[in-house]
């Protein structure tokens, strides 16, 4: 997990509710990465990053939002329009030819 | 479009035994292979990758994994089993046209089971 945090590690949401969660990296990697993981579906790519104040909607961007203000932040909102947020969420960054992922977050809606 | 299968949910081994966890592809030209392993709670690790060159690829705690073109697989291979490999493996593959960004496609991982 060396390089990019994720907090919290565990997070709560109720219904109808916002919840934004952070990732950052001191890596100094131009690209970042949003991914979604479900047991038996592996990893889904939400949305990514390739340079500073540019992203791009990845395989299932639906109901999820991203700013990329600075190199070493790319934080995820999760909006009330997401109809299934329970997942661990895991971010990403990318050096040629390799991922780093962070330790994740796992969201649970009550 | 490209694409993993991991054809095998879990796989169970003795500690001592060798092991292989599989892993097919499916991508145009040449593709850029990956394995990671995941502990509970825990972000993805990464353990070796396959770019070009020798098809047998060492990696991360005495792992090893044999590109196989014809076949088009890239399974995961150790030859002697310890308990704490047991973990949740993913294969993944990226388009070998993309540089700065790597659009990673993962398969949907085996859970691996080292019993002592």
């Known amino acids: 997990d060396g390089g990019i945090t994720q907090s919290p590690k565990y997070l709560f949401r109720k219904e109808g509710q916002n919840v934004t969660l952070s990732c950052e990296q001191n890596l100094n990697h131009d690209a970042m990465y949003w991914y979604r993981q479900d047991p038996g579906q592996g990893l889904r790519l939400i949305y990514y990053s390739q340079i500073v104040n540019d992203f791009q909607k990845g395989d299932i961007a639906e109901g999820y939002s991203v700013s990329r203000e600075k190199k070493e932040s790319f934080p995820l909102t999760v909006t009330s329009a997401q109809k299934n947020p329970t997942a661990f969420y895991l971010c990403?960054?990318?050096?040629?030819?390799?991922?780093?992922f962070g330790p994740g977050t796992r969201l649970t809606v009550l | 479009a490209q694409s993993v299968a991991q054809p095998e949910d879990q796989v169970n081994v003795a500690e001592g035994n060798p092991l292989t966890v599989k892993c097919t592809y499916s991508?145009?030209?040449?593709?850029?292979l990956f394995w990671y392993v995941q502990y509970p709670n825990r972000g993805l690790q990464f353990l070796l990758k396959y770019i070009t060159g020798d098809n047998l690829v060492k990696g991360s705690y005495g792992f090893e994994a044999e590109f196989n073109k014809s076949q088009t697989s890239f399974h995961l291979k150790k030859p002697s089993a310890l308990v704490s490999d047991s973990a949740l493996y993913f294969c993944?593959?990226?388009?070998?046209?993309?540089?700065?960004?790597?659009?990673?496609?993962f398969g949907t991982g085996t859970r691996l089971l080292v019993s002592p």
């Open positions: 991508v145009s030209g040449n593709p850029y």
């Open positions: 993944a593959v990226r388009d070998p046209f993309h540089t700065g960004f790597q659009k990673l496609v």
């Open positions: 990403a960054s990318s050096a040629p030819n390799e991922q780093f």
